[in-house]
Each structure stands twice: as C-alpha cells, then as structure tokens.
C-alpha cells in the first residue's frame, strides 16, 4: 500500500508491482522505505517532476516500439504517451473486466457516474462500437 502525500489516499499495488519493487530493494539492500522511488536528482529527498516522469515513460515507450521521434529533431511523430493516460487506461481496463463504476468513481473522486464514464473512454467507444455494428458509419 502507498499513501498520497498530498490527499493521504490509500493506494494498493499488484503482485507484479509488489515483485518488482522487492526486487528492486534486493538490489539497492540501503534503500530508504521512507525515500521517493523515483528520486530527483536535486536535493536529499525530493521526487521527480511530472515533466521528468513525462520523459522517463516516453524513452522507455520508444525503447519497446510504442512512439516514434522525428529523426532530425527528436521531436514525438506517433503514439506520445502521457503520465495521465496510465491512470485513465487503469480505469477502463478495470470497468471493461468488472470493476463497478461507483469503486471508480470513489477511486478517481468523481461525482457522477457520467464523468467517470467520460473520462474513461466508455461513450466514445460504445458509439464507435454502434456505428461499427451498423455497417453504416
């Protein structure tokens, strides 16, 4: 479990993500429990920006094939990935394998099922899905 700093939420990790960080202090045995993971590089305990952990997520997107960077200047041309994406995409895959939509909406702090089911993608997909199945669009 992990605790927001900012909102003192409880948050609960998978077994895969449990097996990685025990890994990871197998490896590091000094590490800190009560230090940031994913530590910047200024100061004695401070976390990374938003924008580095931008960074971070779009190299290793690049390094499995997901982006595309132009060349010539580096820039993303396909796939850009960003940090509030992960979260929408846990909400959607969570609802579509029965997740009910009042835990995500506890889970992201919303206050009517419509936006859950906005932010998570479900209207647009279920009118895709419509128009995919009438042959028509």
């Given at each position: 479990m992990i605790t927001e700093e900012k909102t003192s939420k409880k948050n609960y990790l998978g077994d895969i993500v449990v097996k990685v960080i025990e890994n990871y202090l197998k490896e590091y045995p000094g590490f800190?429990?009560?230090?940031?993971?994913?530590?910047?590089?200024?100061?004695n305990n401070h976390p990374i920006t938003r924008q580095q952990a931008y960074r971070i997520l779009n190299n290793a997107a690049e390094i499995v094939g997901i982006i595309e960077r132009d060349d010539k200047k580096g820039t993303i041309i396909?796939?850009?990935?960003?940090?509030?994406?992960?979260?929408?995409?846990?909400?959607?895959?969570?609802?579509?394998?029965?997740?009910?939509?009042?835990?995500?909406?506890?889970?992201?702090?919303?206050?009517?099922?419509?936006?859950?089911?906005?932010?998570?993608?479900?209207?647009?997909?279920?009118?895709?899905?419509?128009?995919?199945?009438?042959?028509?669009?």
């Open positions: 800190n429990l009560d230090s940031y993971v994913f530590k910047s590089r200024k100061g396909a796939g850009e990935i960003r940090t509030h994406i992960c979260r929408k995409t846990f909400g959607y895959h969570a609802y579509q394998n029965g997740t009910s939509l009042e835990l995500l909406m506890d889970i992201f702090n919303h206050s009517s099922k419509s936006q859950t089911l906005r932010y998570i993608g479900i209207k647009e997909d279920q009118k895709k899905e419509v128009y995919l199945q009438s042959n028509l669009g």
